[in-house]
Each structure stands twice: as C-alpha cells, then as structure tokens.
T-cell receptor, first 112, second 116 residues
Framework: SQQGEEDPQALSIQEGENATMNCSYK?????LQWYRQNSGRGLVHLILIRSNEREKHSGRLRVTLDTSKKSSSLLITASRAADTASYFCATGSGGSNYKLTFGKGTLLTVNP | NAGVTQTPKFRVLKTGQSMTLLCAQDMNHEYMYWYRQDPGMGLRLIHYSVGEGTTAKGEVPDGYNVSRLKKQNFLLGLESAAPSQTSVYFC???????????????FGDGTRLSIL
C-alpha cells in the first residue's frame, strides 16, 4: 500500500516560475525524502527532512514538513527546463529503519 | 565510482522463461532492495536484504526470488516469467545500521523487462 501520495499528479509550468508539489502520508514517520527521476533513469535523492524538522533548504529546493497534518511540500524556485522530471516523496516509518515507501509521483514539465 | 549498476538494461522474454537480473554496488552498502515500477503505481518493493546472506519479502514478492551471496551483489530471479511481470525493475542500496534511520537510497538506472 502507498504511504505517500503526491499532488498534483502532473504539473506544467514555464521556465522561471516556481513549482510546488505536495505529499501526504498516513502513519508516523522517521523522516521524509524527496527524489527526482528523469525519463529513462533511476531515482536520485534530493533532500531528507527529519520528523523533528519543519523546513529545509538545498539550493533552489525548499521542503516543508507538517507532522500534525501528515504532509510535506517541495518547492522548486526559478525552475529550468532541466528540472523536467518526476518527483517522488518517500517515507521511512518508525516500524522499519531501513525501508522506504514511495508515492506515485508528480510529473513536472518545465516549458522553455 | 559506478554506484549501483544493473544488468541487463533491456530484455524481452517469452512466458514461462526464466532469467536473473543482476545488481552490483561499489559503495560497501549493507542494505539492498529490488523494486518494480509500473505506470500509475509508483515504486513497489519486491524483496530486500539487510546484509550478506540475508533476504526478506517486500510488498510484492510473489513470482520472484532473490539471493545475496556477496555483499556487493543482489540478484533477482524470475523462475517462470508471466506477462504481469512486465515492468521496469530498479535496484537500490543504502548504508547499514548505526548510520541513522532510513538513509537515502541510491538507485541503478533500471532493467526494462517485457514478457510476451
């Protein structure tokens, strides 16, 4: 069963705009991670936010976590065509410290 | 550093044939995983291993077997392939215990498997 669910399923924006993707989950977590997948490639880890953190930044990425609402958001600022990819959230739950459960992903298209 | 390498990259099988997918990692990671990715389904965990000589079932293990005889290698076997096993298979690895909960996973580029 899916733990994380991303929203929207697909997002199309123009280069330079910001892109926001959301993730909701169901059970308590140790941390939440975001991954990017370019077409035909494997997933690449972007950022990890722990359950006791509320916000984290990495370059043009900003992730927030609201454990009371069981939700997270990924913001990509000043998007580029190269940001076109699928983005997945993944949660690590308290019952397992080595397994992740992935959502179904958001397909982001950045138009030049 | 190659990271995680999967072979083969593509394969077409006939129903009932068998094959083995190989995953190799050069990062000395303790944990390794096999996932399948289907349209609209995200990634689903097939089997995983928490160390050399160990394996465990994931979310969708039926029809697959695995072995971890060497720490750097994790093999996924299909004994009798079925069309429902047409998918893209990803291997991943992560560091072992004592390095913190749920560490980031490193993925290979996948094996695209079609079963006719």
């Amino acid at each position: 069963s899916q733990q994380g669910e991303e929203d929207p399923q697909a997002l199309s924006i123009q280069e330079g705009e910001n892109a926001t993707m959301n993730c909701s989950y169901k059970t308590s977590i140790n941390n939440l991670q975001w991954y990017r997948q370019n077409s035909g490639r494997g997933l690449v880890h972007l950022i990890l936010i722990r359950s006791n953190e509320r916000e984290k930044h990495s370059g043009r990425l900003r992730v927030t976590l609201d454990t009371s609402k069981k939700s997270s958001s990924l913001l990509i600022t000043a998007s580029r065509a190269a940001d076109t990819a699928s983005y997945f959230c993944a949660t690590g739950s308290g019952g397992s410290n080595y397994k992740l459960t992935f959502g179904k992903g958001t397909l982001l298209t950045v138009n030049p | 550093n190659a990271g995680v390498t999967q072979t083969p990259k593509f394969r077409v099988l006939k129903t009932g044939q068998s094959m083995t997918l190989l995953c190799a990692q050069d990062m000395n990671h303790e944990y390794m995983y096999w996932y399948r990715q289907d349209p609209g389904m995200g990634l689903r965990l097939i089997h995983y291993s928490v160390g050399e000589g160990t394996t465990a079932k994931g979310e969708v293990p039926d029809g697959y077997n695995v072995s971890r005889l060497k720490k750097q290698n994790f093999l996924l076997g299909l004994e009798s392939a079925a069309p429902s096993q047409t998918s893209v298979y990803f291997c991943a690895s992560t560091r072992g215990p004592g390095t913190g909960d749920n560490q980031p996973q490193h993925f290979g580029d996948g094996t695209r498997l079609s079963i006719l």
